[in-house]
């Protein structure tokens, strides 16, 4: 059975910093490419950053380039998600999804908040 439980969600004031982690496994972690996702009310669920199986290749959109940063360990089958200077349109439910060529798995979401 695949599980991906993330944690690390919570309440931070703007400007402030939290770090996401999550846990895999039933899979062999580092044959999937993962990446952090995150859903605000009434959006579509958008890609926030991901980190490919080997090496150090990341990728991040421009709304959070420079703030956000992905890394993996292998060892631990472990992929987190540190967030420095957030805003509250940071604010949303942040989800971990592991993804290889033919499969897709996805944890049940951490809810983090941004606000004064």
């Known amino acids: 059975q695949v599980q991906l439980v993330e944690s690390g969600g919570g309440l931070v004031q703007p400007g402030g910093s939290l770090r996401l982690s999550c846990g895999a496994s039933?899979?062999?972690?580092?044959?999937?490419?993962m990446s952090w996702y995150r859903q605000a009310p009434g959006k579509e669920r958008e890609l926030v950053a991901q980190i490919i199986t080997v090496g150090t290749g990341t990728n991040y959109p421009d709304s959070v380039k420079g703030r956000f940063t992905i890394s993996r360990d292998n060892a631990k089958n472990t992929v987190y998600l540190q967030m420095n200077s957030l805003k509250p349109e940071d604010t949303a439910v942040y989800y971990c999804n592991a993804q290889n060529r033919w499969l897709a798995y996805w944890g049940q979401g951490t809810q983090v908040t941004v606000s004064s």
């Open positions: 039933g899979i062999t972690f580092s044959n999937y490419a």
